[in-house]
């Protein structure tokens, strides 16, 4: 069983150019989250979804970013317009369940570089 | 609001020592607590999760402990090698209707050969 994929690994990007991140959740999972590792900050939420819903996007940025999990694919993390203050660790984990038994498996990260 | 909390920030052991660290949170209301590991520019890697109806889980040479009522967690790792030098981070899941988890900053440990 392959772990949770993200693609690419890193990714650099001129202020103002668009940077669209992948994350392929482990099989089996349905559940899907984004998190964010600026430098030198622990590990913060951006967004919770599940196929073609997003459950918990109380993490995101207001403007520029925007999220989505569609019925076929990968789970698509868009920034648009991006500032040297996006560069960051980009981290997508999944997970088979909710509650007690959510267990959260992690990729091993997009590394944002703008310019 | 969930805050978790690791101390200390850095630890630096000899090869050979038994080591804890340690993890706290502010809302005992969890499902879950895990810690992780991870290494320099790498992603995370699931080491232990505790359920919240749970004393302690053990893997090898880990075990980590979780008090609710007091709202901390300790992660034992016994006979230390050069090969655990990491970043450990902690985790918790809180109930409530949102299934993000809240994370430490992480304890930095070194162990030297």
């Known amino acids: 069983n392959a772990g949770v994929m993200q693609n690419p690994r890193h990714l650099v990007r001129r202020r103002g150019q668009e940077a669209r991140l992948r994350c392929s959740p482990m099989k089996g999972h349905s559940h899907v989250y984004w998190y964010r590792q600026l430098p030198e900050e622990g590990l913060k939420f951006m967004v919770y979804?599940?196929?073609?819903?997003?459950?918990?996007e109380s993490g995101m940025p207001k403007e520029r970013f925007s999220a989505e999990f569609p019925k076929e694919g990968p789970s698509i993390l868009r920034i648009q317009q991006v500032v040297r203050g996006d560069s960051a660790a980009y981290f997508c984990?999944?997970?088979?369940?909710?509650?007690?038994?959510?267990?959260?498996?992690f990729g091993p990260g997009t590394r944002l570089t703008v310019l | 609001k969930q805050e978790v909390t690791q101390i200390p920030a850095a630890l630096s052991v000899p090869e050979g020592e038994n080591l804890v660290l340690n993890c706290s949170f502010t809302?005992?209301?969890?499902?879950?607590l895990q810690w992780f590991r991870q290494d320099p520019g790498k992603g995370l890697t699931s080491l232990l999760l505790?359920?919240?109806?749970?004393r302690e889980q053990t893997s090898g040479r880990l075990n980590a402990s979780l008090d609710k009522s007091s709202g901390r967690s300790t992660l034992y790792i016994a006979a230390s090698q050069p090969g655990d030098s990491a970043t450990y981070l902690c985790?918790?899941?809180?109930?409530?209707?949102?299934?993000?988890?809240?994370f430490g900053k992480g304890t930095k440990l070194t162990v030297n050969p």
């Open positions: 505790i359920q919240s109806s749970q």
């Open positions: 985790a918790a899941l809180t109930q409530g209707g949102s299934e993000k988890l809240v």
């Open positions: 979804l599940q196929k073609e819903n997003i459950i918990d």
């Open positions: 809302d005992s209301a969890i499902y879950n």
């Open positions: 984990a999944s997970s088979p369940q909710r509650g007690a038994y959510n267990e959260q498996f």
